[in-house]
């Protein structure tokens, strides 16, 4: 019997560089699974060869002529298409504009190195060969009605959006209760899913909201910035000794890790490194709150790679919490809501449009039933 080659990743590579194109063309064919089919030197080209080559995986710079990666990704996302893996700068301005085109549909990202770009693009080869096998698994989808306002506003200006009526606590004394915790958890394709879902959230929401994205510390802090301007309630990175309150969306830094102590304090590790090979970890973050909140708790395991969340989810559904997994149709990647539904640790598996709506419906019946003064 004769095995059948597999099939190699066709990888279509946008950069205005010429040397670049050269040392990603060089990287990605010293690999037997992956195969360059073609090079654009700018957005328009980049376009067009989406088209009429049809590539598996488009690799995308963002600075750009005539038109730059973030218009482009945003006309291949919304007309035709394909996983994209930016490849640009970790410079304040490169790490805004990676985010945004996170946001806009890419699928991943790798951040140029500063120094020599022929040697130092050899130290993050292995992490560029991965997240490009790994794109290339991904199941893509228009995401036309966002991008619309969106197409005409890049660079600098954010879309508008429409906002769903305020919330209404049933309680005017929130503020001196125990109040929910929420902890939204993702990683790959996770930017894009969380701008879809930060909309819901309002000023009055009267529950405290964590997010914990897969992400290096200088992306979460260009990617709140970027969400405080799609939702009514206040985002910031959280800081080490800030007591949680609700009506605040904390995003976890990217370099460290979260815990909530007792006390209802956000404390940050950026000594531990790695756990269990990620950083941010958020199981960390999901057990302390789960030990805080006990069954005012409530954990959303949204679209990524791997499993890390799931023992989280496990702690607070022990605690008597809720846990929300996001379904597969709507995951850009299925991992990590699969591994937390494997150890029956979701109360609820739905599709990213329904989980605003049942994060809501369970905050509002906690407050409805949390005492006044309860700790």
């Known amino acids: 019997m004769v095995n059948t080659p597999a099939k190699k990743v066709r990888v279509l590579i946008v950069d205005d560089s010429a040397f670049m194109r050269k040392v990603l063309e060089t990287i990605f064919n010293s690999d037997t699974h992956l195969q360059v089919i073609g090079h654009a030197k700018d957005g328009r080209e980049a376009v067009a060869l989406a088209e009429s080559l049809k590539p598996d995986v488009i690799t995308m710079d963002i600075n750009m002529p005539h038109m730059d990666g973030l218009q482009a990704t945003a006309q291949i996302m919304t007309t035709n298409p394909h996983p994209i893996v930016i490849v640009s700068s970790e410079s304040r301005d490169g790490a805004a504009s990676t985010v945004k085109a996170l946001e806009l549909g890419a699928i991943e990202f790798i951040a140029k190195p500063s120094g020599a770009i022929d040697l130092d693009m050899q130290s993050i080869r292995e992490d ?65 899913t969380v701008m879809r879902l930060a909309p819901g959230f309002t000023k009055e929401f009267p529950a405290a909201v964590i997010l ?100 989280g989810a496990k702690a607070i559904k022990r605690a008597g919490g809720h846990v929300i997994a996001q379904d597969e149709a709507t995951s850009v990647i299925f991992g990590m809501p699969a591994e937390a539904i494997k150890l029956q640790a979701v109360d609820q598996v739905l599709g990213l449009d329904d989980i605003y709506a049942a994060i809501e419906k369970r905050v509002l019946a906690l407050t409805r039933a949390t005492p006044v003064g309860a700790r």
Do not use: W
């Open 128 to 192: 560029l060969l991965r997240k490009v096998k790994m794109a290339a698994k991904v199941r893509v989808v228009r995401t036309a009605s966002r991008l619309a306002a969106t197409l005409q506003s890049l660079p600098s200006a954010a879309p508008s959006v429409s906002r769903p009526a305020p919330f209404v606590s049933q309680s005017s004394q929130v503020a001196d209760q125990r109040f929910p915790v929420v902890v939204l958890a993702a990683s790959t394709g996770g930017p894009a």
């Open 212 to 311: 914990v994205q897969h992400m290096p510390a200088a992306f979460t802090t260009q990617f709140a910035a970027q969400l405080a301007e799609f939702t009514e309630i206040r985002v910031k990175e959280a800081e080490a000794g800030e007591s949680l309150q609700p009506g605040n969306l904390y995003i976890c830094p990217g370099a460290q890790h979260l815990r909530v102590n007792p006390l209802g304090r956000i404390q940050l590790d950026a000594v531990t490194g790695r756990i269990a090979g990620y950083l941010p970890n958020i199981d960390v973050t999901m057990e302390s709150v789960a030990a805080y909140g006990g069954a005012l708790s409530i954990g959303v395991v949204l679209t990524g790679m791997g499993n890390d969340g799931a023992l």
